[in-house]
């Protein structure tokens, strides 16, 4: 029997999903945008309904979508597009329409200060080096650590958090914009971001929240949050591979970014390229069924997750949690345990359960080709040999208690033989 308990990397792509899907890949092929026919117009509606659901799904309105390829894309589509848009000296510190058309503005009012956090997904780390390479200033601020709650610790707040007061001090008269997570991919930390966009906000920059990791195991709404920029992606609750969203802004004080891909004018100039009408029918279908059932879903798998962690912490010794504590869904993800295990190297460990056809992942998927320790264990405060014995699993809609009790017994067998070697 194979086990999944790698659901931050990726989830299965719900039947429902995958049934609405379906016409759309094969009778009805139209283009969205070619409109002077019933093929066409079919398509467009679809894509204008997915757009409507998935707007509601989030707390948003249809015209604050932006569909894209993924988290990844819609990333780089939020911190280069405000960056480009500085660039234009339509940013910043209000919007100076005057400003903008001066053709002689120095340099130093076209660069500018970024801020994110040291435990962002490289889609942010990687995006803000590349802007630190076109000339901006970025800081990157440390999150709390383990043993940071312990009485004496001079930085006392919940491990994986953002401190509110070091990012208060961070900014710079030029600070234009912000990128937070909404949930970490490791260790399911939770930050704090409305409390985040009231200080970001203050301060007139602009927020940016990489939501990826929350839709379908806790409650997202982008208003509530007041972003004004949020990444999404689909196959992170149960979608297809390959489409993901950005939501911009329109509400209130509206969000101005330059586009990254040019050509056809599709999604309102701001994502050009035919629209992947399946993929955003299947993404809306994702969406609506992850928040109709995150009630019942989301005490589900924190049940499965808290067996699964009850079982390796009586069977396993030296076992310990890695990140913020498990009874607090508001700053830990219901679906996420991450755990290290004593004297163990966890790529030896991996390889072992990977032969027992256990899927589960130490560090993140995206860097786990490479041997480095995880860039988010080592902020939280682990030493490298720690964030190497760490393992990481996540629970999903399809996760079932006989596979965590056989994935316990698997585990467990699994230090037990490398220990003995
Ligand atoms: C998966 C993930 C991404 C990247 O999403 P893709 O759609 O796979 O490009 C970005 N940020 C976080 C937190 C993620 O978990």
């Known amino acids: ?124 780390l990687d995006t803000l080096d590349h802007v630190e390479r076109l000339g901006h200033a970025v800081t990157q601020l440390p999150v709390f650590q383990e043993q940071s709650w312990l009485p004496g610790s001079h930085r006392q707040g919940v491990v994986g958090q953002l401190s509110l007061d070091e990012l208060t001090a961070a900014f710079r008269p030029d600070t234009f914009l912000v990128s937070v997570m909404l949930a970490n991919n490791e260790i399911g930390s939770i930050q704090n971001i409305p409390a985040i966009a009231q200080r970001v906000h203050a301060h007139g920059a602009l927020l940016h929240v990489d939501c990826a990791q929350g839709l379908g195991r806790m409650p997202v709404s982008v208003s509530t949050m007041e972003a004004d920029l949020a990444s999404f992606s689909a196959h992170k609750f149960h979608g297809p591979k390959g489409v993901g969203a950005l939501y911009v802004r329109r509400s209130g004080r509206a969000v101005r970014i330059d586009p990254l891909v040019f050509g056809g004018g599709q999604e309102r100039g701001m994502r050009s390229g035919t629209l992947d009408v399946p993929g955003i029918v299947g993404m809306a279908t994702a969406a609506q069924l992850a928040v109709a059932g995150l009630p019942v879903e989301a005490a589900r798998m924190r049940e499965l997750r808290d067996m699964l962690w009850s079982l390796l912490s009586q069977s396993i010794e030296g076992i310990a949690i890695n990140g913020p504590p498990l009874n607090d869904p508001e700053v830990r993800l219901v679906n996420n345990l991450n755990v290290r295990v004593a004297g163990i190297e966890g790529e030896s460990l991996l390889a072992t359960l990977s032969a027992d056809g256990l899927a589960v992942s130490s560090g993140s998927a995206c860097s786990s080709e490479s041997p480095r320790p995880s860039h988010v264990l080592l902020a939280i405060g682990l030493d490298s040999d720690q964030a190497r014995a760490s393992l990481r699993f996540g629970f999903s809609r399809f996760t079932t208690s006989d596979e965590v009790v056989e994935a316990a017994t698997r585990i467990a067998a699994g230090v037990a033989r490398l220990r003995r070697l």
Do not use: C
């Not at 429902?16 to 759309?24: D, F, T």
């Not at 707390?59 to 988290?71: K, N, Q």
């Open 1 to 124: 029997m194979s086990i999944y308990l790698d659901n931050h990397s990726t989830t299965r792509l719900d039947p429902r999903v995958l049934e609405a899907m379906l016409p759309w890949l094969t009778d009805h092929y139209g283009n969205a945008g070619s409109v002077t026919h019933e093929m066409g117009r079919a398509a467009r509606a679809a894509v204008e309904s997915a757009r409507e659901i998935f707007a509601a799904s989030i707390g948003a309105t249809a015209r604050e979508i932006v569909f894209t390829s993924g988290a990844t894309e819609s990333i780089n589509l939020a911190i280069l597009g405000s960056v480009s848009r500085r660039g234009l000296g339509e940013q910043g510190q209000g919007h100076d329409f005057q400003q903008s058309h001066r053709p002689d503005q120095p340099d130093s009012q076209k660069t500018g200060h970024l801020i994110t956090v040291a435990t962002e997904h490289n889609a942010v």
